[in-house]
């Protein structure tokens, strides 16, 4: 287990940003998901130590983030989501300089830093300055500075932040291929689904600083897949007192449609079949959830 949460809290005065949070992060890639201000960024530097720990208990590869702080920090990389470029610093300096304070020797450091920056793709801009990066470009560094130690455990802050389309999937693709080639877990914290749909294994999303829903692709979408959107015209009362009678849970959505999630094992002719009993016309029948968007969406609303 990557990490290892157990009624985990930051607190900011009588602001609680992570909530009693108990979670279990495996080996692989996990996305970490909420919108802005959901309690992602605050969770990850109270794991590693950069904000005060509240209450509660976690472990990171084992070892306990209040005693082991120390370890902890030789075994992690961290992509925070705000920059920390050193004005004046030379790509290679950059990335140098965060080798040696992972405790590498000077000259391992250099060579080191020289490989970690063709391989995110920044060899000819190695020796200019980091002020003077494209957003794209400092994006890239920042990932470089995280992995320069070959990490066990990669933290990733909104790594596409400021990233155009073509900047974020190539992001995206140097993420994958970095920690697949050194056998590295990760943790995506992230606001846009198509990033952690298209890199996580698994997801959790927390919202408000709790734990709002965990697992797979697959789970996520399964535990939807007898989900449609209906709209009807006729007498509606009747037509959901009856889909209720046969099994169905209905929900307003807000928009004139109906959420309609049946019984496992039924499919969408029950829906059918009871516009027929009823009397009223089906104008709209498809399923509610097709993506990870769908399902986050769906999530947030039910809060």
Known sequence: MSVSLHKFTIAYGDVKAVKEL???FPEGITGLLGVNGAGKSSLIKGLLGLVA????EAKILGRNVHQEQKAIRQLVGYMPEDDCLIPGLSGIKMVQYAGELCGMPRQDAIQRAHEILF??????ARYRKVEGYSAGMKQ????????????KLLFLD??????????????????????????????LASHILMDVERTC?????IHQGELLEEGNMEEFRGNYANAYSVRI?????????????GGCEVKPDGSHL??????????????LKTAGKTGVQLRRLMPSVQTLEDVFVKRIGDK
């Open 22 to 24: 108990t979670v279990q």
């Open 53 to 56: 720990i509240h209450s509660g």
């Open 119 to 124: 391989l995110t793709g920044l060899e000819e």
């Open 140 to 151: 890239r560094i920042k990932l470089a500075q995280a992995i320069i130690h070959d990490p």
């Open 158 to 187: 909104e790594p596409t932040s400021g990233m155009d389309p073509k900047g974020r999937q190539e992001m995206l693709d140097l993420i994958m291929n970095v920690t697949r080639k050194g056998n590295m877990s990760v943790i």
């Open 201 to 205: 294994d698994r997801v959790i999303m």
């Open 233 to 245: 015209e006729g007498d509606k009362d009747k037509f959901v007192k009856a889909l209720e009678a």
């Open 258 to 271: 109906l959420d309609v999630i049946l019984p496992k094992g039924k499919g969408s002719d029950l829906v």
